[in-house]
């Protein structure tokens, strides 16, 4: 899948203790940055990403030889400007592109982890990264950014660190993962481990891979990440290479051939053992329950800016359940926009060009950034 | 699972031409009755099942020792009142509960059918079931009534036999399956046949049972017939009997719990290779397709009158995709009625205790009788 000594990494040599009560050091974090920190280190955004993405957000995955994640909105000139600001992303814990995660070798018991890795949570996640701002020698970073499950992350971090960030834009999130995220969640995790070569998490020793199960968990979730309207415009009934059904059961419709091929290409790329780690992360997540339910409370500490943002056909994480966070920040008189942009993409629609999405971002970014130049 | 010498049958000796151009004769069709047929022979219904129903609506299923999956709504005084109607429902072909299946046995070759059985489709299914009016010598149904894919059967049986019934009630239903529809159903196929077990459909033969599979189908089926909001009322993010979290991936929350069970108890009941055929049928499903895109043509020689009923929070088959059946009915200025009703419950609340939905098919299927008997 990918050589972990083509990675840029840090080491964590800081003991972690993680919310399941195990202490964690000595771990790597693998990170990217994009653009170049300026002298007064005021030009920092950490980016955080979703549960299939990685460090690479922009320009070419040097692993998958494809567009980064997120280069959609990260580059030169783009919406998170590249030559403007310094960015920094890093793969999160448990996952798979070179971050401590269950492929990673115990060096205790020298086998790969597999499920004795310790099961993490959104918060040990963003207490990991929060490193990555002492190795750079940045003391407040301008921006925290993020999309679904980055946008948990961003929540997580001003949270955790209220004076670490003059702005933070979580996107298409929720701040507690309701009953039909888990169950989402849980159906891929049961399809993972379902499969003959899953072998209770050991099939790396085992040189096998649980890849038609980690396949249908991704074609499970890729359904979540469309709206009805926008598969309906996109495919509907359209047959693929075939001007009738062929009564068996090939893909005789474009959308079967579509998640057929979404599920093969996610395989090559990611790791069943990650994929049951960062859901359940997910799934753990309810930020207001860490606040004795009063979610306010969890950003009473911060002088932040924030902006959130949420997409009309998103059924994941609807407008409503962002719309939460903003009135969370409402009522405790913090400084919050927020805009519901139309889209029929669904969730997905963070990652897709999206104009009115990419415009939004930039502005909120750079006249945030151009207050702040003209306050100091 | 279940021995087909306890279930009433019929076999249709009939030649029975199947739209993928296979003929099929000799084959059976296990049905059940409730009620009596009266001498005048008018008061007979025909319901069609869902997905995974059965012949068994009403009482105790033999089978399974559980209520008939239509009890709350067919019954002595019930919506479907049995002391006035005389219910009939038959398993579809494609089925596993007695009727022609892949599960039986192909008496050319003495193997079993797997998945050499024909593939089947929504018009094929209707056209074998139309054979028991003549075995009851019925020569008009008082009705026709289906929920989801029960409903467009009644869709294709009143296209095909239009002088067959006086009225037909389609619940929860679609003409035309949707992308989204057809992606979640090859998602649950997906499964299936990534199960270890499966092989190639051959697993009876074999004595195994793709039942992990089979279970992880079930489960993504099941997620779509709830909603958003009626998953977070009756579960939200309840743990199962325990405190707080266990960091590790047994089931912490309740909805995890319920969706494995529900996925476990399925597969007691239900056939893999079954569940292939009739999502197929089901995605393969297009009436408007069947009259050159103009759905009003399918209606056109018909005088049934038809009453259609969605629910507000069913995202499977929506309000939106009833009503342009309403739409196409009115085109051609037919009988039709239409309501919405308010249910939190999702796709699933056409099997549910919503007494709003029981009593509006009780007013019309009472009111409809008398009107029928004043004419005659």
Same mark, same amino acid.
């Given at each position: 899948?990918? @050589? $972990?000594? $083509?990675?840029? &990494?840090?080491? !964590? +040599? +800081? %003991?972690? +203790?993680?919310?399941?009560?195990? &202490? !964690?050091? @000595?771990? %790597? !974090?693998?990170?990217e940055t994009y653009g170049s920190l300026n002298d007064s280190k005021d030009n920092a955004i950490l980016i955080f990403h979703a549960l299939t993405g990685d460090q690479f957000v922009s320009g070419i995955n040097p692993i998958t030889k494809k567009e980064g994640w997120w280069n959609n909105v990260v580059g030169p000139d783009k919406s998170i400007n590249t030559n403007k600001y310094f960015v920094i992303c890093a793969n999160v814990i448990g996952g798979c592109m070179g971050s401590f995660g269950p492929n990673h070798k115990n060096l205790v018991s020298n086998k790969i982890y597999g499920t004795d890795f310790p099961v993490i949570t959104i918060n040990d996640m963003v207490n990991a990264q929060v490193n990555l701002l002492d190795h750079f020698k940045i003391k407040k970073l301008f921006s925290v950014i993020g999309g679904s499950m980055g946008g948990m992350q961003v929540l997580q971090f001003v949270s955790n660190f209220p004076d670490k960030t003059q702005t933070a834009v979580p996107i298409a999130c929720t701040y507690s993962h309701s009953a039909q995220n888990i169950a989402f969640n849980e159906l891929g995790r049961q399809a993972i481990t379902a499969d003959h070569n899953w072998l209770a998490g050991n099939y790396t020793s085992k040189n096998k891979i649980p890849d038609k199960g980690l396949a249908v968990a991704r074609m499970a979730a890729h359904i979540t990440y469309l709206s009805k309207k926008g598969l309906q415009e996109k495919f509907g009934r359209k047959l693929q290479e075939r001007d009738d059904f062929k009564f068996g059961f090939d893909a005789d419709f474009q959308i079967e051939s579509y998640l057929r091929y979404q599920g093969s290409v996610f395989v090559d790329r990611f790791d069943a053992n990650s994929y049951l780690y960062i859901t359940r992360a997910m799934d753990y997540f309810d930020l207001a329950k860490q606040f004795n339910g009063n979610l306010s409370d969890a950003f009473k500490k911060t002088k932040a800016k924030f902006f959130v943002i949420s997409f009309t056909s998103d059924w994941l994480y609807p407008t409503q359940e962002n719309k939460e966070i903003v009135i969370a920040l409402n009522a405790i008189g913090a400084n919050v926009g927020f805009v519901e942009i139309e889209s029929d993409k669904g969730h997905d629609s963070f990652l897709l060009n999206v104009p009115d999405f990419l415009q939004t971002v930039k502005n909120f970014l750079d006249q945030s950034y151009k207050e702040l130049k003209n306050e100091s």
């Amino acid at each position: 899948m990918k @050589n $972990d000594k $083509d990675l840029k &990494t840090i080491i !964590i +040599k +800081k %003991p972690l +203790k993680l919310d399941c009560g195990k &202490t !964690i050091s @000595n771990f %790597p !974090i693998a990170y990217e940055t994009y653009g170049s920190l300026n002298d007064s280190k005021d030009n920092a955004i950490l980016i955080f990403h979703a549960l299939t993405g990685d460090q690479f957000v922009s320009g070419i995955n040097p692993i998958t030889k494809k567009e980064g994640w997120w280069n959609n909105v990260v580059g030169p000139d783009k919406s998170i400007n590249t030559n403007k600001y310094f960015v920094i992303c890093a793969n999160v814990i448990g996952g798979c592109m070179g971050s401590f995660g269950p492929n990673h070798k115990n060096l205790v018991s020298n086998k790969i982890y597999g499920t004795d890795f310790p099961v993490i949570t959104i918060n040990d996640m963003v207490n990991a990264q929060v490193n990555l701002l002492d190795h750079f020698k940045i003391k407040k970073l301008f921006s925290v950014i993020g999309g679904s499950m980055g946008g948990m992350q961003v929540l997580q971090f001003v949270s955790n660190f209220p004076d670490k960030t003059q702005t933070a834009v979580p996107i298409a999130c929720t701040y507690s993962h309701s009953a039909q995220n888990i169950a989402f969640n849980e159906l891929g995790r049961q399809a993972i481990t379902a499969d003959h070569n899953w072998l209770a998490g050991n099939y790396t020793s085992k040189n096998k891979i649980p890849d038609k199960g980690l396949a249908v968990a991704r074609m499970a979730a890729h359904i979540t990440y469309l709206s009805k309207k926008g598969l309906q415009e996109k495919f509907g009934r359209k047959l693929q290479e075939r001007d009738d059904f062929k009564f068996g059961f090939d893909a005789d419709f474009q959308i079967e051939s579509y998640l057929r091929y979404q599920g093969s290409v996610f395989v090559d790329r990611f790791d069943a053992n990650s994929y049951l780690y960062i859901t359940r992360a997910m799934d753990y997540f309810d930020l207001a329950k860490q606040f004795n339910g009063n979610l306010s409370d969890a950003f009473k500490k911060t002088k932040a800016k924030f902006f959130v943002i949420s997409f009309t056909s998103d059924w994941l994480y609807p407008t409503q359940e962002n719309k939460e966070i903003v009135i969370a920040l409402n009522a405790i008189g913090a400084n919050v926009g927020f805009v519901e942009i139309e889209s029929d993409k669904g969730h997905d629609s963070f990652l897709l060009n999206v104009p009115d999405f990419l415009q939004t971002v930039k502005n909120f970014l750079d006249q945030s950034y151009k207050e702040l130049k003209n306050e100091s």
